[in-house]
């Protein structure tokens, strides 16, 4: 979800594992040679999704290992879902809507959220991502009460115990 603290986590999480971080928003903003929020009004949100779904194909069938943070929508597509299960071990940094209300309050650049009710659009978002991301997370980690240093932990214990089969972290 936006805002749950996939880019914070993830670049404690690749340094503390001695990996590269990469964020594919930043990597579509690199290939798109402008904002996301930009291009998303500009060419509509399917647009977007195109280049999204091409950005994490590419990262994700790479060889080299890394940690990367992907966009909250990104599973919105069966074929990132896909590609996903196949190339990485997800993680879903589980955050409710209401928490992330609170962290998103004052937020200004993410395009969804640009509406008359936030809150009740990230409510709507959860609804439907939620389930979407457990089908495809390795690894579910609770957000709530949490600082960021706590869950790099807790992820990192869990990908060392190894991600074969599903697993919820309190």
């Known amino acids: 979800m936006p805002g749950c603290g996939k880019s914070t986590i993830g670049r404690q999480l690749a340094r503390v594992r001695q990996l590269p971080f990469l964020d594919s928003d930043h990597e579509i903003e690199r290939f798109l040679g402008c904002s996301i929020r930009e291009f998303f009004d500009r060419e509509g949100e399917p647009a977007f999704r195109d280049v999204e779904e091409r950005v994490i194909r590419e990262t994700l069938v790479a060889p080299q290992a890394r940690v990367v943070a992907t966009g909250g929508g990104s599973v919105l597509r069966p074929a990132n879902r896909e590609v996903m299960k196949v190339n990485a071990t ?37 609804a439907v991502r939620d389930p979407i991301y457990r089908e495809v997370a390795d690894i579910v980690v609770d957000t709530a009460h949490k600082s960021a240093a706590m869950l790099v932990n807790l992820i990192s214990m869990q990908l060392d115990m190894g991600s074969g089969a599903r697993q919820d972290a309190k």
């Open 90 to 126: 997800v993680v879903y940094l589980h955050t409710l809507p209401e928490d992330l209300a609170r962290r998103l309050s004052r937020d200004t650049q993410r395009p969804l959220l640009q509406v008359a009710d936030p809150r009740q659009r990230l409510r709507d978002l959860y």
